[in-house]
């Protein structure tokens, strides 16, 4: 790859939102991986594609990591050298158990608390606040529907799948609020990949989520994990690591703030890489063809209701 200058690294992420830089929950821990790196990076808004499974990504010179590609981003930019944390630790037992356990048990609560939980209106300010309404609350519809596919949730079995989610959670802190203890990280007092995901799950989840979420509460019962990551929230503030500045913390904008806020940052144009045209492109339709592609579900399950009545007036 052709290495990139120092502040030449761009991470694009979703906006910030809840006093965080990005009120993304997949694009924060990657914000403070590069962080706890000090790896020195631009901090670049993307509000356009709400549903992009490529954001977040990191690009430098005519490299680009996406958020979509094997791994994720930290683990791409590991596996081409350009900042890797996590060397000495990921061999260890222990280290890959919490790692899986924080990509599973607590990924999956955040993703069920946002669009089947209490985070509703959370979500919809993540995710679709920039969009016109109709357009929002389609893909807000459909992505409630694509959970309930991911999770099989069904009439008959959505209390059990919500008690299951909720209680693995809970497992969750407990294995972690015990590791941590009261040091500052979790491995050998020095910051791994699994610090970023934890650290950026707990800020999201007590500055995002609403003060009745299942999770937040069970959170707040392990004091030293919310100690812990905001110790590290306020080394972000003060440490000015990065060119993405504590300016980005701040408290949720009003409507009129919000919108200017949200458009990208202006950076020096480069040649773009034919991969990066293509995403472009891609991009260029995607919010006409999630659409279409929202009202023929839609219409489906309209047509599967009616089915269902019409075998209903049969019997």
């Given amino acids: 790859m052709e290495e990139s200058r120092d502040g030449d690294w ?18 924060l821990p990657v914000y403070i991986y590069l962080k ?68 599973s048990w607590l990924a999956d609560a955040i993703t069920y608390e946002l669009w089947l939980g209490s ?31 991911r999770f099989n949730i069904s009439k008959q079995n959505a209390e059990k799948k919500e008690e299951e989610i909720y209680d693995r959670a809970k497992a969750a802190y407990r294995a972690l609020s015990t590791m941590l203890g009261e040091q500052d990280f979790l491995f050998e007092n020095r910051p791994t990949s699994l610090d ?16 009745d979420s299942v999770i937040r509460a069970a959170l707040l019962e392990h004091g030293n994990l919310v100690r812990y990551a905001e110790r590290h929230k306020n080394d972000f503030l003060t440490s000015g690591q990065s060119s993405a500045s504590a300016s ?44 279409v592609a929202v009202l023929l579900f839609l219409s489906l399950l309209g047509s599967s209701s009616k089915a269902d009545l019409d075998e209903d007036d049969e019997d």
């Fill in 196 to 211: 970023a995901d934890l650290v950026g799950h707990v800020l999201f989840t007590l500055q995002a989520l609403p003060e």
């Fill in 119 to 149: 985070g509703e209106n959370s979500a919809k300010q993540i995710y679709y606040s920039d969009l016109p309404w109709v357009i929002g609350k389609v893909l807000f519809v459909k992505q409630v529907y694509d959970v309930k596919q």
């Fill in 248 to 291: 980005n913390f701040q408290p949720p904008p009003s409507a009129a703030q919000a919108s200017s806020s949200s458009k990208p940052k202006r950076k020096p144009k480069r040649e773009k890489t034919e991969e990066e045209k293509s995403f472009q492109r891609k991009a260029k339709y995607f919010i006409g063809a999630q659409l």
């Fill in 36 to 103: 706890l790196a000090r790896c020195p990076f631009n901090l670049e808004i993307n509000s356009a594609y709400p549903d992009s499974d490529q954001i977040p990504y990191v690009e430098g010179g005519t490299y680009v990591a996406y958020n979509n590609e094997k791994g994720g981003v930290i683990q791409q930019l590991k596996q081409v050298g350009v900042v890797d944390l996590d060397s000495e630790f990921s061999s260890l037992a222990e280290w890959v158990s919490m790692k899986a356990m924080m990509s």
């Fill in 10 to 27: 761009t991470l694009v992420a979703r906006k910030p939102y809840f006093g965080l830089p990005t009120a993304c929950p997949v694009c």
